[in-house]
């Protein structure tokens, strides 16, 4: 606020939608820094690591993340976005819902199930399941 607004970039709206409005409107109107510690108070952050670990910790998060289909990771970041405008809780439902016929339509599923009877890693290539509306 130092000659201009403390909202840019979609801060006063994207800033209480994480935080709520009390923690947004401290932060925005006061301009003070907060320590980790209470980033993670308010839940702007979701956790916090020792420096000496943070691209370790990133790593590990990161692994995790694209040990899932991509298709899956990308139509869950999707729905979470589109769904902080969703005026009520059937709407999201019906979001949700569409993403997961969307995604039982590939061979991820299967090949999830599959994986886990074998004990090995699932391989998802996001491929759409063949045969699926085949009659034999």
């Not at 569409?98 to 299967?110: A, C, F, K, S, V």
């Amino acid at each position: 606020m130092r000659g201009l607004t403390s909202t840019e970039l979609g801060a006063s709206w994207l800033l209480p939608r994480l935080i709520g409005a009390a923690n947004a409107n401290d932060i925005l109107y006061t301009g003070r820094l907060i320590d980790a510690a209470e980033a993670l108070r308010m839940g702007l952050v979701s956790r916090v690591v020792p420096e000496v670990e943070i691209l370790e910790c990133a790593l590990e998060i990161a692994a995790g993340m694209c040990a899932y289909s991509p298709y899956g990771m990308q139509m869950t970041k999707q729905v979470i976005w589109a769904n902080l405008e969703t005026a009520s809780l059937a709407a999201a439902i019906e979001l949700e819902d569409r993403n997961q016929i969307m995604l039982g339509m590939t061979d991820n599923l299967p090949e999830a199930i599959s994986a886990y009877e074998d004990e090995r890693v699932p391989v998802y290539t996001d491929e759409p399941r063949r045969g699926v509306y085949n009659k034999t």
